[in-house]
């Protein structure tokens, strides 16, 4: 059965820091991978997608990136945090023949001081 | 841009009660996903639709994809507290799926 890894859970980093987020999926091969960030009780926001290693899209400008060194590993990260990238983020994988289902990590909550 | 919008935004109701959840959007998508997410955890599927006027039950849930596929609704019968939640709905386009506004559920014993 296939999984979804996400880590760490909680992160509290100053302003100015660096981030990465890391985030794997075992028992599939070349999914679709996702980058989400959810504000509190709302819906999410698409960040990024891959669709294959080294490919990227971003959905909106920010002060982050993504990145997809191995075909089922995604990192989510930033040079120099910013106070309003606080937020729950959240990565998921969907299957690459048309499976219409994402799955989602527990989520990372991530708190800028 | 916000391509689904849900209603209602919160939810709160006796045990017992049935209720509705909409999720509306103006664009027409291959398929739809609910989900539903407790605090600090990643969203769990739910059910996925496909065909216009689609509806699946899943126990006291029922899932039902607009003709247009456009909108979906859910319905829960006989609520509980277990149903308590963040309840998203989802739509796909290509690789993509774009989620909905979210609906809190709070179900009280």
């Known amino acids: 059965s296939q999984t979804i890894h996400q880590w760490p859970a909680t992160l509290v980093q100053p302003v100015g820091s660096p981030l990465s987020l890391e985030c794997t999926v075992e028992g599939t091969s070349n999914p679709n991978l996702y980058w989400y960030r959810q504000a509190a009780g709302r819906g999410l926001q698409l960040l990024f997608y891959s669709v294959g290693i080294g490919q990227i899209s971003s959905e909106v400008p920010q002060n982050l990136s993504a990145s997809r060194p191995q075909d089922r590993q995604f990192i989510l990260s930033s040079k120099k945090l910013l106070l309003s990238d606080s937020g729950f983020y959240l990565c998921?994988?969907?299957?690459?023949?048309?499976?219409?289902?994402?799955?989602f990590g527990q989520g990372t909550r991530l708190t800028v001081v | 841009t916000q391509l689904l919008e849900q209603s209602p935004q919160f939810l709160s109701i006796q045990e017992g009660e049935n209720l509705t959840v909409y999720c509306n959007s103006s664009?027409?998508?291959?398929?739809l996903q609910w989900y539903r997410q407790e605090p600090g955890e990643g969203p769990v599927l739910l059910v996925t639709?496909?065909?216009?006027?689609e509806v699946k039950k899943l126990k006291r849930l029922t899932f039902q994809f607009g003709d247009a596929r456009k909108d979906s609704s859910l319905h829960i019968t006989a609520a509980q507290p277990g149903d308590t939640g963040l309840y998203l709905c989802?739509?796909?386009?290509?690789?993509?799926?774009?989620f909905g506004t979210g609906t809190s559920l709070t179900v009280i014993p």
């Open positions: 989802a739509g796909a386009l290509g690789n993509q799926f774009y």
């Open positions: 998921a994988w969907s299957g690459d023949r048309g499976q219409a289902e994402a799955f």
């Open positions: 664009s027409v998508f291959s398929s």
């Open positions: 639709v496909v065909t216009g006027g």
